[in-house]
């Protein structure tokens, strides 16, 4: 028996269960009102975000670095000539840090909020990071202890540009202070390179105020009182001058005797002046007390004290030139036979 079938017709476009264009549409704004929306208004906020606290740093930290415009301002501008410089530079140093801090810390919570709208799980991602992070801080402690005591060493204001300092191996001018190095010039115009977490003691000359300072050394039977008083009279002469006058914050002081020797006698001079004015001071008070000492007749001497004595220069002879042999003198007979040994004999009473 034969079996007929039917053909199936063919399904028409009308038939076809197709998204009308309006639903491609709404489909594809919820789409784009979705994720894409989410992490562009994380983008925009945070970069809004980021550039307002950047430029809030850099405010302050101008407003930091300016000079102050009042009394107390002049009074310190007065005492530390430098403070200006050391002013401006530890606040950008500050606001470099800040502003790298606030990059790092909004630059992670933008990433972390972005991987969280595309359903990444962010638990592996935070456990992989703190085990790099430990592993970090292990192998990089040495540059993370620099950092951080370069950081305190900022905000404790233990030195800055143009001080004068004493490391211990190191003294010189500090030209650089940065978060990792600091970078100071000798004398002989080497610049070291110092990490900041080496530093354990540091000596800053620079600082609030010096002592500035002139040993003298006279003779033994120099007058006591006649010698203080001319020191005085010099010490008094250096304050009056007005280049120095500014820089001088007390009255000269002069000593005593300070050391006593066979051959001198030490005085001391000291005065209280501005940090970083020491030197010039200093240098001023011994011209002045070897004016006013050398003037009065009064005889200076030195730490140690040699008396050297030339031999009388005469020219040599021909006869005197040539070495004479030792001469030998021949004693007489008579006398050598009285520096010879006497014996004395005795008569053998056998012979009698």
Not at 13 to 36: C, K, N, Y
Not at 149 to 174: M, P, R
Not at 311 to 331: C, G, K, L, N, Y
Request: with cysteine; charged share 20%.
């Amino acid at each position: 028996m034969l079996r007929v079938t039917t053909p199936t017709p063919s399904p028409t476009p009308g038939d076809l269960d197709l998204p009308t264009r309006a639903e491609v549409q709404t489909h594809w704004f919820d789409w784009f009102i979705g994720t894409p929306l989410r992490i562009a208004l994380i983008l925009v906020v945070g970069m809004v975000v980021l550039t307002v606290v950047r430029r809030l740093v850099r405010s302050i930290t101008n407003r930091l670095a300016r000079e102050p415009r009042n009394d107390f301002g002049n009074v310190l501008r007065r005492v530390t000539p430098l403070s200006a410089e050391r002013r401006a530079n530890r606040a950008q140093t500050l606001g470099s840090v800040l502003r790298s801090t606030s990059s790092i810390v909004v630059g992670s919570i933008i990433v972390l909020l972005v991987l969280d709208e595309l359903s990444i799980n962010l638990a592996p991602l935070l456990a992989s990071a703190g085990v790099a992070g430990v592993a970090l801080g292990f192998g990089a402690q040495s540059l993370v202890k620099d950092f951080l005591s370069g950081t305190f060493l900022l905000f404790e204001d233990q030195y800055g540009v143009g001080d004068v300092v004493d490391f211990g191996t190191v003294i010189g001018t500090v030209e650089a202070v940065a978060l990792r190095v600091t970078k100071v010039r000798d004398a002989d115009g080497t610049l070291w390179y110092i990490r900041n977490g080496e530093v354990l003691r540091v000596g800053n000359h620079s600082q609030g105020w010096s002592r500035a300072m002139a040993e003298i050394r006279v003779a033994y039977g120099s007058d006591v009182a006649l010698v203080r008083s001319l020191l005085r009279q010099a010490s008094d002469e250096v304050r009056s001058d007005a280049a120095l006058n500014p820089h001088i914050l007390a009255e000269p002081e002069v000593s005593g005797i300070e050391d006593l020797s066979g051959e001198s006698l030490l005085f001391r001079v000291t005065v209280r002046v501005a940090s970083g004015q020491q030197i010039e001071v200093s240098r001023a008070l011994r011209l002045a007390c070897l004016t006013a000492l050398t003037d009065a007749g009064v005889e200076l001497v030195g730490a140690a004290r040699m008396t050297v004595v030339a031999p009388q220069s005469a020219e040599p002879t021909p006869a005197s030139a040539a070495p004479a042999p030792p001469a030998v003198s021949a004693a007489p007979q008579g006398a050598e036979a009285a520096a010879a040994p006497r014996t004395t004999g005795t008569t053998d009473p056998a012979e009698d």
